[in-house]
């Protein structure tokens, strides 16, 4: 078989890149190492930036998103219980949407799906060979065959525990890192969201945030330690921990139910650059990584899809390798802003076991800033609705 571009990974990045080259007449396959069911059970954060809704729109998938979606024209932040609101349309003149991540990637396969596109689920042992030269090819195995698939290119959408990175020689490659000693134990409940807008709170106990999915379906954290464990959080802990953290008047009032998913996530901020390597992409997870404090993780593999999509465009339709030579540089030059974004909402909401009276006077400082300083407010606002591409 032979194919224009190989993608490995059927996440968000994977699938809207497949969607959009196939709009322009680029033949293209999707192999995802888990199968659909797996892929469409993942829950992960939904606020989507307007480019990201752009984009979604371009690759057709945006009927439901604008129907089911939330536009949410604020953020509120909280301090010690007491909250103030970020007015993201009066300072930046757009909103952000809330719409699950776990849905925008129903809708990319549905439509991957009706239009006829390549996806093979369950593809075992996947891997990328021969990127360095001029006839690259992907191998794997479905039901136990083994297949190849020759190509001019491959595209590494496979997530940070993906395998397309650790193609790229060590030489070439290099890592930036940090790790947060803390975690996020995260509930889905079905209840009524306590609020209309999203709420992140700084609080002595830690980091709590309130957000939703639909009317009646909200999602909720809280930072807990690092080595945490999640049978020690029953739902009444949770929710009593939880209103300790949030404002008043959002614990007051607060509807709180059983979980149906409870979990936590460590924190990190990771970066490889560069993120191409003679025929091979990176795409999303696979060359980077967010704390979700900044709820960018999404967002920015979406921007790195619109730089790849513009270069390949580029590339088939008049044969100019100039877009694919500038990905990299491109993709990284909005990558390391959302990094920055990412470590500064962390830094600034959350509580760090080694924090001095020193480190928690800047803390109190940087927030009421913010909440008194319009400039403060346009730096969050302008970065939390998303950087131009
Ligand atoms: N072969 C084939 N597929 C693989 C392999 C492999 N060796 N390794 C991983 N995959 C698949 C995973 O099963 C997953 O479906 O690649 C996909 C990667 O998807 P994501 O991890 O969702 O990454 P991405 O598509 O870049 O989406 C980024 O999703 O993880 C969130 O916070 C992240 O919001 C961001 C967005
Ligand atoms: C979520 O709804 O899961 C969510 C929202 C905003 C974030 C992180 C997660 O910043």
Same mark, same amino acid.
């Given at each position: 078989?032979?194919?224009?571009?190989?993608?490995?990974?059927?996440?968000?990045?994977?699938?809207?890149?497949?969607?959009?080259?196939?709009?322009?007449?680029?033949?293209?396959?999707?192999?995802?190492?888990?199968?659909?069911?797996?892929?469409?059970?993942?829950?992960?954060?939904?606020?989507?930036?307007?480019?990201?809704?752009?984009?979604?729109?371009?690759?057709?998938?945006?009927?439901?998103?604008?129907?089911?979606?939330?536009?949410?024209?604020?953020?509120? &932040?909280?301090?010690? +219980? !007491? /909250?103030?609101?970020?007015? %993201?349309?009066?300072?930046? @003149?757009?909103?952000?949407?809330? =719409?699950?991540?776990?849905?925008?990637?129903?809708?990319?396969?549905?439509?991957?799906?009706?239009?006829?596109?390549?996806?093979?689920?369950?593809?075992?042992?996947?891997?990328?060979?021969?990127?360095?030269?001029?006839?690259?090819?992907?191998?794997?195995?479905?039901?136990?065959?083994?297949?190849?698939?020759?190509?001019?290119?491959?595209?590494?959408?496979?997530?940070?525990?993906?395998?397309?990175?650790?193609?790229?020689?060590?030489?070439?490659?290099?890592?930036?890192?940090?790790?947060?000693?803390?975690?996020?134990?995260?509930?889905?409940?079905?209840?009524?969201?306590?609020?209309?807008? &999203?709420?992140?709170? +700084? !609080? /002595?106990?830690?980091?709590? %945030?309130?957000?939703?999915? @639909?009317?009646?379906?909200?999602? =909720?954290?809280?930072?807990?330690?690092?080595?945490?464990?999640?049978?020690?959080?029953?739902?009444?802990?949770?929710?009593?921990?939880?209103?300790?953290?949030?404002?008043?008047?959002?614990?007051?009032?607060?509807?709180?139910?059983?979980?149906?998913?409870?979990?936590?996530?460590?924190?990190?901020?990771?970066?490889?650059?560069?993120?191409?390597?003679?025929?091979?992409?990176?795409?999303?997870?696979?060359?980077?990584?967010?704390?979700?404090?900044?709820?960018?993780?999404?967002?920015?593999?979406?921007?790195?899809?619109?730089?790849?999509?513009?270069?390949?465009?580029?590339?088939?339709?008049?044969?100019?390798?100039?877009?694919?030579?500038?990905?990299?540089?491109?993709?990284?030059?909005?990558?390391?802003?959302?990094?920055?974004?990412?470590?500064?909402?962390?830094?600034?909401?959350?509580?760090?076991?080694?924090?001095?009276?020193?480190?928690?006077?800047?803390?109190?400082?940087?927030?009421?800033?913010?909440?008194?300083?319009?400039?403060?407010?346009?730096?969050?606002?302008?970065?939390?609705?998303?950087?131009?591409?």
């Amino acid at each position: 078989m032979r194919k224009n571009v190989v993608i490995i990974g059927g996440g968000p990045s994977g699938l809207l890149l497949s969607r959009l080259l196939s709009i322009d007449g680029i033949d293209n396959i999707v192999l995802e190492k888990q199968s659909e069911e797996h892929v469409m059970g993942r829950i992960r954060a939904g606020v989507l930036e307007s480019g990201t809704i752009e984009m979604l729109k371009k690759a057709g998938v945006s009927d439901r998103l604008e129907k089911e979606g939330f536009n949410h024209d604020g953020i509120q &932040l909280s301090f010690k +219980n !007491h /909250g103030f609101r970020i007015n %993201l349309k009066q300072l930046t @003149n757009k909103h952000v949407t809330v =719409y699950g991540q776990t849905e925008v990637t129903k809708d990319l396969y549905s439509k991957i799906k009706k239009e006829n596109g390549d996806i093979i689920n369950n593809a075992e042992d996947v891997l990328p060979q021969d990127v360095h030269t001029d006839a690259p090819f992907v191998t794997f195995k479905k039901d136990g065959v083994e297949k190849k698939i020759k190509c001019d290119l491959v595209a590494g959408c496979d997530g940070f525990h993906g395998i397309s990175r650790t193609i790229i020689p060590k030489a070439i490659i290099k890592s930036f890192e940090r790790k947060y000693p803390f975690g996020w134990l995260g509930i889905l409940s079905e209840t009524p969201p306590v609020s209309e807008e &999203l709420i992140y709170a +700084n !609080h /002595g106990n830690g980091f709590a %945030l309130a957000s939703m999915r @639909n009317e009646n379906l909200s999602r =909720y954290y809280i930072q807990t330690p690092l080595n945490e464990k999640i049978e020690n959080w029953t739902d009444q802990k949770f929710w009593d921990e939880l209103k300790k953290r949030l404002p008043t008047e959002a614990a007051d009032t607060i509807v709180t139910g059983s979980s149906i998913e409870k979990s936590i996530a460590p924190l990190r901020s990771f970066v490889c650059e560069p993120m191409s390597w003679k025929k091979l992409f990176l795409v999303g997870d696979a060359a980077h990584i967010v704390p979700p404090t900044g709820a960018k993780g999404l967002n920015l593999a979406v921007s790195d899809v619109y730089y790849l999509h513009d270069a390949l465009k580029k590339y088939y339709q008049s044969q100019t390798n100039e877009g694919l030579n500038k990905y990299s540089y491109n993709a990284l030059s909005r990558v390391w802003k959302a990094i920055r974004f990412s470590w500064w909402m962390t830094t600034t909401f959350h509580k760090f076991p080694e924090q001095s009276s020193f480190d928690q006077r800047i803390q109190d400082s940087e927030i009421e800033y913010l909440e008194n300083s319009v400039a403060s407010q346009k730096v969050l606002a302008e970065n939390y609705v998303g950087l131009p591409y």
